[in-house]
Structures are given as C-alpha cells and as structure tokens.
C-alpha cells in the first residue's frame, strides 16, 4: 500500500471517528477536506488530522487519544492471511475483531493483545497459554482454536466465529430462561467441561458471559484465559493466595487462592451460571467486590426455588448441591452431575442431589436437630391429635354450660 493511500485510510477512519464522538459535524468535515485540497493545490499537502487542527475543530490532546483510538481498532490489518472486518467487543485483556481468513475464505474471531499488555510477560505468557489450552479440546460445544502468534508487536489468537449471542445478552435484558431451556443449555456446558476435565483442563471463569448462543441451539463455552492444568503445581503455587475467576460465579476455594484448586470449581462456577438463568438473580448480590465474595464464603444460599416458585424441587435440589460451599459436598464430577441432569430434563429425580439430601436430613436427625424436615407423616399424626384434644375441650366446654343452665333453671323454680 502506498504511503498516500494509507493516508487516504486513516483519515477515513479519523473522520468517522470525530463525527462519532460528536467532536464535529459532517459539514465541517467537509471544510477540513476542502482545506486539504486548497493545500494540495499550493503543494502543501496536509493530512486530515491536520486541516482538523487548523480548523480549531480538535485540539492536540483529543488528536492524540483519537489516534490511539485508531491504533486500537486497526491491528488485525497487520496480521498477514487476515482481512479486518469489524470489532467485537473489548475487554480488560484483550479486544475481539470479526475478521476473514484469506486462505479458506471463512470468518474467524480474532482477540488481539493490547499493546500496552504486550510488555508484560506475565499477561503475554498467560495469553499465550490460552490458546494452546483451547488447541487441545475439540468438542462441539467449545469455540475452537485455529492459531496463535504475533505480527507487527501485536500478539493475536484466531479462533471459531460464533455466529448469536451469549446468555449474558439475555439477562442484561431480564430475561429468565425456563427451566427446560436453561437445562438445555446447561447440559451443553457440562458436556463441554467434562471434555476438558478429562484433558486435564480446569475452565475456572464459567458464568454467563462465556457462554455462547447460535441460532441452531447449540451452545459453546468461550475464553480460556483463566483454564489451567490441574496437575499445573507450578502455577498453582505462583497464583496461590490470588483469587482468579469473576465474583458473581467464583467458587469459594478459588476466593480463598487455594493451591489444590480442582474441577468442582467449575461445577459450582456452572451451578450459579444456573442459578441466574432460571432465576434472574445472581447467588449473591453487594456493593462491591469483595463483598460478593464474602457472601459466596459465608451467607446461606437462597434456594433458587424460592425466588422461582415455579421450578421444580429437582432443579433446586441440584443447583444447591453444585454450590456447596464445600467441595466435597459437590457433586464429585460433571459425569456424575450429567447423570442428575438428563434425568431432570426426562421428567426424571435427580438421585445423585436426592441422595445427598436425604443423607443431610439423617445427620442432621442423628445429631438432634431434626427441625429442618418434618416427615409428612409426622405431621398428619400431630395434626390429628391436636383435633382431637380441641374436640374433647369443645365438648367438655359444652357439658360444663348445659350443666350450669340447668342449675340456674332449678333455682328459678318456686
């Protein structure tokens, strides 16, 4: 490309870019523009940039900020074999462009490190980590890998173009799924965790946002940014005492930055992505932060049921024993929570939770705090003997009044 040609691109961009952020109108645009020209007459050539500061339109400081602006938004026009379509979104770590793979003709989503990330080593080596993660799965229900690398300073990792939405779109609208569609989706999930469980792979960040939606149905677990090796002690001991994860969904081991974090993380991280699903609440709510995290240590779960009348004590049964807040009262795997799972969607109890539960109750019986659960048939049996005493006062009630009205009757008589 030559130099003016790519002149002619920026200052494309550059104009869009001003309009856009209400710096100034169409109209004066088009003064910058005939500025240009009346320049290019004289053999003063100026960019757009610079007709715009002569104008007094922007000021050197806003010109800087637009032009990192547009730094941020061209990087995928420096990587060969791609051609850049449009941004995505942008994140803390990274931003995501829709792009083409000239090659195959196809589009593929590429997340792009940040410059100012690119010095770090630490986020280098983790984004880097990320994509060799994602190579080693290969599941319908996870966004696959194609490639990962660096061109012109910017480190990228090309990946499956998802064509929908995420389930977070959906609550950020209010919208609470029905129990079916959220087992639907949600199987999904475990399917796709149990594939990485068996390579080896914690996800640790499941939650709303990293699950997406096509059009078909079927649903695909993204990012692999926080997945790490379970046998990894070598991370594990770098990390420990962090808390990695988002705090809405975060298991309570991972708040605490335990070392020997293992695959039930996920599995509580997949039950409060249920939860909010069906009822249109996070587990835990609070001003910040830390506070949400502290919740999931320390406050009592309110049973989703409660919040949705209409979800079937199955689906609570289960929820609640994915977020145990010890994992040992988890379900041990997402093999064995599957099991619960299908069972519910078939019209079916969940036996692996039920078990759990009745084997709760019995402890909580053995150790004489028996109020937590009243047998039915306890409470049949009390509630008729307690008929029968009130009908036996009643009625000795009644004796007693017959009797002293015909006391009063004898006295009256001459």
Sequence with gaps: MSDSSKETSLDSILGRLVISKHLCTETEIRECQDVMKNLARQSK??????????????????????????EETRPTRRIP???????LGAGAMATVYKAKQLSLNRVVAIKVLPKRLSENPEYVERFYKEGQAAARLNHPNIVQAIDVGSASGYHYFVMEYVEG?????DLAKNNVYSEQAALDII?????ALQHAHERGLIHRDVKPKNIMLMDSGVAKLADMGLAREAEDQAAAQMEAGRAYGTPYYISPEQIRGEVNIDFRADIYSLGA????????????EAPTPSAVMHKHLKETLVPPDHLNTSLSVG????????????RDDRYPSV??????LRSIQSGGPPMQARDKFDAGTLASLEKGNPQKVVEP????????????????????????MAVLIIILLLQQRP
Excluded at 81 to 87: A, D, P
Excluded at 187 to 191: D, H, L, P, W
Aim: no cysteine; net charge negative.
């Design 187 to 191: 199987i999904q999930m475990a399917e």
């Design 165 to 169: 939405k995420t389930v977070y779109d």
């Design 377 to 400: 048939e306890t409470s049949i049996q009390q509630s008729g003997q307690l008929g029968l005493k009130m009908t036996a006062i009643i009625l000795a009630a009644a004796l007693f």
């Design 273 to 284: 992505t249920f939860y909010h699903m069906v009822t249109g609440r996070v587990p835990f």
């Design 335 to 340: 093999k064995v929570l599957l099991e619960d």
């Design 315 to 326: 689906v609570a049964e289960t929820i609640e024993f994915m977020m145990a807040k010890d």
């Design 81 to 87: 074999g791609y051609q850049f379509l449009e941004k």
């Design 45 to 70: 050539p100026h960019s757009l940039a610079d007709a715009l500061l002569l104008q007094g339109y922007v000021t050197n400081s806003q010109l800087d900020r637009l032009r990192e602006k547009i």
